[in-house]
């Protein structure tokens, strides 16, 4: 067997950069509590926290850092601002390729009232903005709830054209980052994004654990949990300014070093730099797929504009029983079976069995997805004798 080949990072990234490993460390032995002190120790977790803040602001070209509100995970932030936002009589509109971050808060929340309509996106998983845009119409619309990559199928929805005819339509634009944020370039205030929900484990390369919610000024949202935020600790009532209003308890302040680091080590390699690369590996893994006898390949094919996320199955093959032979007989990783997607995978076809996912990031080799082809051309070849 080879050594281990990693290819699940749709669901978290491995390995991480270097650094971030020596961050976390580093603050595991200066476990301080950040804004609960006023000795050295306090302030320097403290410190640690604005300055997460700014860089993770500084990524997404977000110009005041208060608006980001840090979070365990993206399902944390999306249920915070769902939560947050949303009351009887709204209406959102969403679309078939979500994740169950999204689609079972909407669902706890239709027992609530708030009215959900989704958008079927084609085979692909390709959503045509001008069925979006007529959903919106149909009706007084409170958000529009997309994610900007699938999971299943690494399909990129169209939110630069979203984002300005929502902000001219006075509907909020709220986008699932998940598997997008740290595989390309997005400036949040250009495209006109009024909430963005992202995990710091994925493409961020950062921490199990860390997130963020971005909202834009003035916004306001009820908070999902209440208690200590570290300051005006003679009030009973909640703070009204971000981001203490939404963040309370003690933070994770290992995590926050550790994607601190994280988000540095992208700004040192360059988005642009890391999307090319993620493209490459892309291209080579979708084209050598559809050269092997018997592959089926989900969503788009083309590597452009395309996430880090590839779904396949073997004709006449069960999804986990490949992925298990995988990892057994050749010590890939992957993912099988829904990916906590099943509209997604209703829309491209494939429930209720599923596939199986590959995932790469900027990190994989070039020998990865060659030894995952090589991989999948012998069990292909075995399985035909």
């Known amino acids: 067997m080879n050594d281990l080949i990693y290819l699940d990072n749709a669901s978290t990234s491995h ?125 007084p619309t409170r958000l529009l709830l997309i994610n900007h ?47 963005f929900a992202a995990p710091g484990h994925k493409g961020l390369l950062g921490p199990q654990g860390t997130g963020f919610l971005y909202l834009r000024p003035r916004l306001p949202l009820t908070p999902l949990l209440y208690g200590g935020t570290g300051g005006s600790s003679h009030s009973e009532l909640y703070p009204e300014q971000l981001p203490e209003r939404l963040e309370c308890g003690t933070m994770n302040t290992p995590g926050l070093a550790g994607l601190k680091a994280a988000v540095e080590y992208i700004q040192s390699v360059g988005l642009e730099q890391i999307c090319l690369r993620e493209q490459q590996l892309l291209r080579c893994l979708v084209d050598g797929l559809l050269s092997l006898p018997g592959v089926e390949v989900y969503g788009p094919t083309g590597a452009v504009q395309h996430g880090a996320a590839v779904s396949f199955n073997l004709v006449g093959r069960d999804p986990a029983e490949v992925g298990f032979q995988l990892d057994q007989d050749f010590g890939i990783s992957t993912r099988v079976g829904l990916h906590c997607a099943p509209d997604a995978h209703k829309t491209i076809g494939t429930f209720p069995r599923g596939t199986v996912r590959v995932s790469p990031t900027y990190l994989t080799s070039d020998k990865d997805i060659d030894y995952l082809l090589s991989a999948l051309r012998e069990m292909i070849s075995t399985s035909a004798v």
């Open 15 to 139: 390995p991480k950069p270097e650094v971030v490993y020596r961050s976390i460390e580093k603050f595991v032995r200066m476990s301080a509590n950040p804004g609960r002190g006023g000795h050295r120790m306090a302030l320097t977790t403290d410190r640690l926290v604005f300055e997460t803040r700014e860089s993770v602001a500084e990524l997404f070209g977000v110009c005041d850092s208060s608006q980001i509100v840090f979070t365990a995970n993206a399902t944390m932030a999306i249920n915070m601002a769902l939560f947050g936002l949303l009351k009887a009589g709204d209406r959102v509109v969403t679309s078939s390729m979500e994740h169950n971050a999204v689609t079972r808060p909407l669902r706890a929340l239709q027992a609530r009232g708030v009215e959900v309509y989704k958008v079927q996106a084609d085979r692909q998983g390709s959503l045509d903005p001008e069925a979006v845009q007529r959903a919106c119409l149909e009706q």
């Open 149 to 195: 990559c699938s999971n299943v199928t690494g399909t990129l929805q169209p939110i630069e054209a979203l984002g300005p005819w929502c902000r001219q339509h006075d509907i909020l634009f709220m986008v699932d980052g998940s598997q997008s944020a740290g595989s390309f370039p997005i400036n949040l205030e250009e495209l006109s994004i009024d909430l």
